[in-house]
Structure formats: structure tokens, C-alpha cells
């Protein structure tokens, strides 16, 4: 990998060092709009950090986006990090009320919000859920995607263009000095994710750990300034952002951002572009292989892929190779609370990067630990330590003691065992936590939300198998006596209203009981067992 020097440990140093390094070579090309040089990057996310500056955010506050994959988004993060600022980034799958919940615990300070999009007005939905006494932050900062304004500039909100005029206010030296006071440990960003319990719990990360992951993940992949990254994994994840947006800006890649996964628009932004780089869940690749569009592309400048969170069988990788033009195939396997924790490397056999997702990566250390009964093939807990574990839940100490042991071990909830090579293979998850479409699902959450229907007296919802999309809730109800008849299809329409939409089940099947324990604990094994 080329790239930056390893002793850049803050991301606005980052930023003024590529700027330096790459120059004029393209930092991101919008597909249709915005084309920025490394220099223009540091330029305009200087103008973002004096604006927000002027506006009035101190070190340390932070700064929420809530936003699809646009240069707004990567100019307004960066932006929010050179001025010091801890940056949030919203999942744009949440509904109203499930943003303003992260929003509100994070206490954030000033957020980038998209309006209409794609059907959806987010300002609009963040300000319903609000409703007249919500708390919403001091600073709300319109970002255009689609043409039209979801509400009237006034108090706390502006539209990007008055924003970024108040940079005019503020000279060029203090952004720089707020940049230069930055230090490796100070907290870079807070990723929300859910918890078992269904409540989402913030993980934590300093700007060194984020460089850190990042550096290793464009090592393993052998990233260079010779290569242009489609990044359809949205940058409110740690995959887009530490993994894509990160990895490029250290080794001076390009960055096409993709709003929304298409296969068509993929599949012409490959040949348009010239994609060198295109990670993906495996139901991309497989959408993809299966497009009628397909054979009409010219999908040879292709170079490296990278997947995980679900089963990659072995034809998969052979047909990515053969069929999608990819030299390097490899797996990999993360969570948001140590990002890229296993990799695999060029050269590895299509089985090996079928059937496990590589060696440690990152500075990671992996124990597998017993988990009930002892396993003849060592399977047990994956726990991992290491200096890029996060530095913890924000504002649960309780929840980051039952995540990180006193001994430094970050207990994943995950099974898996280690063969002789140090190459880890994932077999199954102690929680009941599935992945619908490369996203993690908790079904408390989502019973939850089913049990709060007027009609629902019990839920228990599992991940059953999908050729699509891997996995996908199945929910089972139980009706509570006497209340109004339901329908399965009025169910699902409910939950779409309260969760984002790869959270809502597919499925939902009526019962008159669950099966439980002596202690009344539901046995979902019992209800996968039927499923298969």
C-alpha cells in the first residue's frame, strides 16, 4: 500500500497530509455532480469546520449526519472533525422517532440533514417525531439531494449555501489551530448500533483507532491512489466510513459514492468509472451476477472485492472471479465496536475465502472462549483485544463492563473457532441477532414494536433463510384475547412505521402459544427448528 506515513494519527491531519501527498488526483467524483481533488477536499473541509466554528461548536461536541452517500456527507463529517468535534453519523434506514433517539443521546449539537429523498422527507420525519416540546439540536443544517426544501430557513435551520457562508466569518488560521489541537485520543466518532435488548448503544472509537483500522484494511487489500472505490455501503456504517471513505483518504483512492445500491446504476458506474474497487454484502455480488444488464457491461477494470456478514458459498467467489472480471476475492468479519477485526489476503483459495474471513488484522488478538458445552472442534465465543477495541458505550458503563472484560477481552456474542493457520471461521451467534441484507437485526427490538400493537399480547421473531437477502425476520404472534382481528400484511405495514425496513419481518405466522421453558423463557430453537 502507498500512502500516508503511519504516525498520522488524527483524521484532520490526515486530510492536510493527502492533501499535500495526492494533490490534484481526484479525492471524489459524485457521479453527477461534485468532483473534488485532494486539495479541494481540504479546502471545503476547511470552509465546513470555520462555518460550524462561527456558528458556535466548541471541541467535543458532537455533530450528527443523517444523510445518504453524497460529497455533503463526507465534506460535512470531515468538516465536523476539523473543527473538533465527535461525529455521529444516523442511519438512514431509522425512522423519525429512532433518529431522534440516537440524536438525543448523543446530545448532538448541530445536525446535516437531508430533506426529500427517495420518498422521504428526513427533516420532516425528525421534526413529526419531535412534535412541539422535542429537543432538537441548535444547529440544523439542510443538505440538498433531491430538489426541494422540507422546510422554511428560520431559527436553528439553514440551507447548505447560508451555512457555509458563515465560514466567511471566521479566519482560515483559527479552523486550523482547532485542527492542530486534535489529539489521537480524543473520541473521532460515536456509532450507534442495537443492542440485544433492542435499545442501540454508542460505540465509541478515537481518531487513532479510526486511522488504525482503516491503514489495516487498505493494507490488506493492497489500496493504492491508482484506484477508484464505488462505495455503496453507506457511510453511517464503519464499513462505508472507516473502511471506504477512511481507507481512501490514506492511500489517495478515489471515492465514488453511491447513494443507494442499484444493480443497473452499479453496473454502469463500473464500466462508466472505470471501479477498481467495489466491496459488497454477497447479495450485491449476487444481484449483480444476475442482472440482465450484466453481459452489456464492460466490468473489466474490477480488481478487488470484499465481503462477509452473512454465508459466502465457494461458487459465489469462483463466479465473482470468473464471471465479474475480480482478480482478488477475500472475506472479512467485523463489528461496529472494533470494525475490521479479520481478513483475508490475495492469494487465498476460493474455500479459504468462502469458508472463513481470515486472520487477525488491525493489532487484534482472538481467543475463543467455551460457551456451554465444550466443543470438539474448538468452537466457543470470539473474544478479541487489542489497541482498536472501542474505548467504550457512551454514557453506559454498565454495558461496556458486560462487553469489554476486566482483562481487556471484547466479548463479541459471536461463535467461531481458529484453525491452525490462525484463520477464523464464524459458525453461529450466541445471541439471537441475525443479518438481513448485510445488516445486523436484533428481533427484541422488533418484538417490541410488534408487541406495542393494541392487538399483540406475544411475539418472538427469528432469522429464517433468504436467497436474497441471507436472512429476514419470520415473527410469531400471539393475538391477545378478544382484541381485533389483524392480518399478517396489517402487521408488517405497522412495523414499517416504527422500524427501518430491513428490521420489519417478512414473515409473520399466528399461534395460540409459544413454546417456553420452565423458567418462561421463549425456546426459539424450537421455532428455527420448524422453519427450516
Given at each position: 500500500?502507498?500512502?500516508?506515513d503511519?504516525d498520522?494519527a488524527?483524521?484532520?491531519?490526515?486530510?492536510?497530509?493527502?492533501?499535500?501527498?495526492?494533490?490534484?488526483?481526484v479525492?471524489?467524483?459524485?457521479p453527477?455532480g461534485?468532483?473534488?481533488s485532494?486539495?479541494?477536499?481540504h479546502?471545503?473541509?476547511?470552509?465546513?469546520a470555520?462555518?460550524?466554528?462561527?456558528?458556535?461548536?466548541?471541541?467535543?461536541d458532537?455533530?450528527?449526519v443523517?444523510?445518504?452517500?453524497?460529497?455533503?456527507?463526507?465534506?460535512?463529517?470531515?468538516g465536523?472533525?476539523?473543527?473538533?468535534?465527535?461525529l455521529?453519523?444516523?442511519?438512514?434506514?431509522?425512522?423519525g422517532?429512532?433518529a431522534?433517539?440516537v440524536?438525543?443521546r448523543?446530545?448532538?449539537?448541530?445536525?446535516?440533514?437531508t430533506?426529500?429523498?427517495l420518498g422521504a422527507?428526513?427533516?420532516?420525519?425528525?421534526a413529526?417525531?419531535?412534535g412541539?416540546?422535542?429537543l432538537?439540536p441548535e444547529?440544523i443544517?439542510?443538505?440538498?439531494v433531491?430538489?426541494?426544501?422540507?422546510a422554511p430557513?428560520?431559527g436553528?435551520?439553514?440551507?447548505?449555501?447560508?451555512?457555509?457562508?458563515?465560514a466567511d466569518?471566521?479566519?482560515?488560521?483559527l479552523?486550523?489551530e482547532?485542527?492542530?489541537?486534535?489529539g489521537p485520543?480524543d473520541?473521532?466518532?460515536?456509532?450507534?448500533?442495537?443492542g440485544?435488548?433492542g435499545?442501540s448503544?454508542g460505540?465509541?472509537?478515537a481518531?487513532r483507532?479510526?486511522?488504525?483500522?482503516?491503514r489495516a484494511?487498505?493494507?490488506?487489500?493492497?489500496?493504492t491512489?491508482?484506484?477508484?472505490?464505488?462505495?455503496?455501503n453507506?457511510?453511517?456504517?464503519?464499513?462505508?466510513?472507516k473502511?471506504?471513505?477512511?481507507?481512501?483518504?490514506?492511500?489517495?483512492?478515489?471515492?465514488i459514492?453511491?447513494?443507494?445500491f442499484?444493480?443497473?446504476e452499479?453496473?454502469?458506474?463500473i464500466?462508466?468509472?472505470?471501479?477498481?474497487?467495489?466491496?459488497?454484502?454477497?447479495?450485491?455480488?449476487?444481484?449483480m451476477?444476475?442482472h440482465?444488464?450484466r453481459?452489456s457491461r464492460d466490468l473489466s477494470s474490477?480488481?478487488?472485492?470484499?465481503?462477509?456478514?452473512?454465508?459466502?458459498?465457494?461458487?459465489l467467489?469462483?463466479?465473482m472471479?470468473a464471471?465479474?472480471?475480480f482478480?482478488?476475492?477475500?472475506t472479512?468479519?467485523?463489528?461496529?465496536?472494533?470494525?475490521?477485526?479479520?481478513?483475508?489476503?490475495?492469494?487465498?483459495d476460493?474455500?479459504?475465502?468462502?469458508?472463513t474471513?481470515?486472520?487477525?488484522?488491525?493489532?487484534?488478538?482472538i481467543?475463543?472462549?467455551?460457551?456451554?458445552?465444550?466443543?470438539?472442534d474448538?468452537?466457543?465465543?470470539?473474544?478479541?483485544?487489542?489497541?482498536?477495541?472501542m474505548?467504550g458505550?457512551?454514557?453506559d458503563?454498565?454495558?461496556?463492563?458486560?462487553a469489554?472484560?476486566?482483562?481487556?477481552w471484547?466479548?463479541?456474542g459471536?461463535l467461531g473457532?481458529l484453525?491452525?493457520r490462525?484463520?477464523?471461521?464464524i459458525?453461529?451467534?450466541?445471541?439471537?441477532?441475525?443479518?438481513?441484507g448485510?445488516?445486523n437485526?436484533?428481533p427484541a427490538?422488533?418484538?417490541?414494536a410488534?408487541?406495542?400493537h393494541?392487538s399483540?399480547?406475544?411475539?418472538?421473531?427469528?432469522?429464517?433463510?433468504?436467497?436474497?437477502?441471507?436472512?429476514v425476520?419470520?415473527a410469531?404472534?400471539?393475538?391477545?384475547p378478544?382484541?381485533?382481528?389483524?392480518?399478517a400484511?396489517e402487521?408488517?405495514g405497522?412495523?414499517?412505521?416504527r422500524?427501518?425496513n430491513y428490521?420489519?419481518?417478512r414473515q409473520?405466522?399466528?399461534?395460540?402459544?409459544?413454546?417456553?421453558?420452565?423458567a418462561?423463557?421463549?425456546?426459539?430453537?424450537?421455532?428455527?427448528?420448524e422453519?427450516?
Amino acid at each position: 500500500m502507498d500512502g500516508l506515513d503511519s504516525d498520522i494519527a488524527t483524521i484532520p491531519a490526515a486530510v492536510r497530509a493527502a492533501a499535500e501527498a495526492f494533490g490534484d488526483r481526484v479525492a471524489v467524483a459524485e457521479p453527477g455532480g461534485q468532483i473534488l481533488s485532494y486539495l479541494d477536499l481540504h479546502e471545503h473541509v476547511r470552509d465546513v469546520a470555520r462555518a460550524l466554528i462561527a456558528s458556535g461548536i466548541e471541541p467535543g461536541d458532537r455533530v450528527a449526519v443523517w444523510s445518504p452517500n453524497t460529497h455533503h456527507w463526507v465534506l460535512a463529517g470531515l468538516g465536523a472533525l476539523h473543527a473538533g468535534a465527535t461525529l455521529v453519523p444516523v442511519n438512514t434506514r431509522f425512522t423519525g422517532p429512532e433518529a431522534l433517539d440516537v440524536i438525543g443521546r448523543s446530545h448532538a449539537r448541530a445536525l446535516f440533514v437531508t430533506g426529500p429523498f427517495l420518498g422521504a422527507d428526513r427533516y420532516k420525519l425528525l421534526a413529526d417525531a419531535a412534535g412541539a416540546g422535542g429537543l432538537l439540536p441548535e444547529l440544523i443544517v439542510q443538505i440538498p439531494v433531491e430538489p426541494g426544501q422540507s422546510a422554511p430557513e428560520g431559527g436553528p435551520t439553514l440551507r447548505w449555501e447560508r451555512f457555509a457562508a458563515r465560514a466567511d466569518d471566521l479566519p482560515e488560521r483559527l479552523a486550523d489551530e482547532r485542527a492542530a489541537a486534535v489529539g489521537p485520543g480524543d473520541v473521532s466518532d460515536i456509532l450507534f448500533t442495537s443492542g440485544t435488548t433492542g435499545r442501540s448503544k454508542g460505540a465509541m472509537s478515537a481518531h487513532r483507532q479510526s486511522l488504525d483500522v482503516a491503514r489495516a484494511w487498505a493494507g490488506c487489500a493492497a489500496l493504492t491512489s491508482a484506484d477508484r472505490y464505488l462505495i455503496v455501503n453507506p457511510f453511517f456504517h464503519s464499513f462505508g466510513y472507516k473502511a471506504g471513505l477512511l481507507a481512501c483518504l490514506l492511500t489517495g483512492a478515489t471515492v465514488i459514492p453511491q447513494r443507494t445500491f442499484d444493480v443497473a446504476e452499479a453496473l454502469r458506474l463500473i464500466e462508466a468509472e472505470r471501479i477498481t474497487v467495489f466491496p459488497g454484502a454477497p447479495t450485491v455480488y449476487a444481484s449483480m451476477l444476475d442482472h440482465p444488464d450484466r453481459a452489456s457491461r464492460d466490468l473489466s477494470s474490477l480488481k478487488l472485492a470484499v465481503t462477509g456478514a452473512a454465508v459466502v458459498p465457494v461458487a459465489l467467489v469462483e463466479r465473482m472471479r470468473a464471471e465479474l472480471s475480480f482478480d482478488v476475492v477475500l472475506t472479512a468479519y467485523g463489528l461496529t465496536e472494533a470494525v475490521v477485526v479479520t481478513m483475508c489476503r490475495p492469494g487465498d483459495d476460493p474455500r479459504t475465502v468462502a469458508m472463513t474471513s481470515g486472520q487477525a488484522t488491525a493489532g487484534f488478538e482472538i481467543m475463543i472462549a467455551p460457551a456451554g458445552r465444550p466443543s470438539r472442534d474448538g468452537t466457543g465465543e470470539i473474544l478479541l483485544r487489542g489497541p482498536n477495541v472501542m474505548l467504550g458505550y457512551l454514557d453506559d458503563a454498565d454495558a461496556t463492563a458486560e462487553a469489554i472484560d476486566a482483562d481487556g477481552w471484547l466479548h463479541t456474542g459471536d461463535l467461531g473457532y481458529l484453525d491452525e493457520r490462525g484463520y477464523l471461521t464464524i459458525t453461529d451467534r450466541l445471541k439471537d441477532m441475525y443479518i438481513c441484507g448485510g445488516f445486523n437485526v436484533y428481533p427484541a427490538e422488533v418484538e417490541q414494536a410488534l408487541t406495542s400493537h393494541l392487538s399483540v399480547a406475544e411475539a418472538a421473531v427469528i432469522g429464517v433463510a433468504d436467497g436474497r437477502l441471507g436472512e429476514v425476520g419470520k415473527a410469531f404472534v400471539v393475538l391477545r384475547p378478544g382484541a381485533d382481528e389483524v392480518s399478517a400484511p396489517e402487521l408488517i405495514g405497522y412495523c414499517k412505521t416504527r422500524l427501518a425496513n430491513y428490521k420489519v419481518p417478512r414473515q409473520v405466522e399466528f399461534r395460540t402459544s409459544l413454546p417456553r421453558n420452565p423458567a418462561g423463557k421463549t425456546l426459539k430453537r424450537l421455532l428455527r427448528q420448524e422453519s427450516r
